[in-house]
């Protein structure tokens, strides 16, 4: 069962008009397709993965599909 999460609108990546976040698995970035339920100016409902799972929020700009991160 996937629940819903609340994140920071700033952590969303658009790509081909789908929306994308990097989540932070074993020290590695990866590209991570979500749904979104709602959306207000500065938040997110998501469709999410798993309970624990870490977005990058930050300097998501700078960081490619499955780089290791320390």
């Known amino acids: 069962d996937k629940i819903w999460t609340i994140i920071p609108n700033k952590s969303i ?4 008009l789908v929306p994308w976040v990097y989540v932070l698995e074993k020290d590695k ?3 991570t397709k979500i749904e979104i339920l709602n959306q207000s100016n500065n938040f ?10 870490t977005i990058i929020i930050e300097w998501k700009e700078n960081i490619y599909d499955w780089e290791i991160l320390k």
């Not at 990546?13 to 081909?16: L, N």
């Not at 997110?44 to 799972?53: E, F």
């Open 44 to 53: 997110s409902i998501i469709k999410w993965l798993n309970v624990g799972s």
């Open 29 to 31: 970035a990866v590209f």
């Open 13 to 16: 990546i658009e790509k081909y």
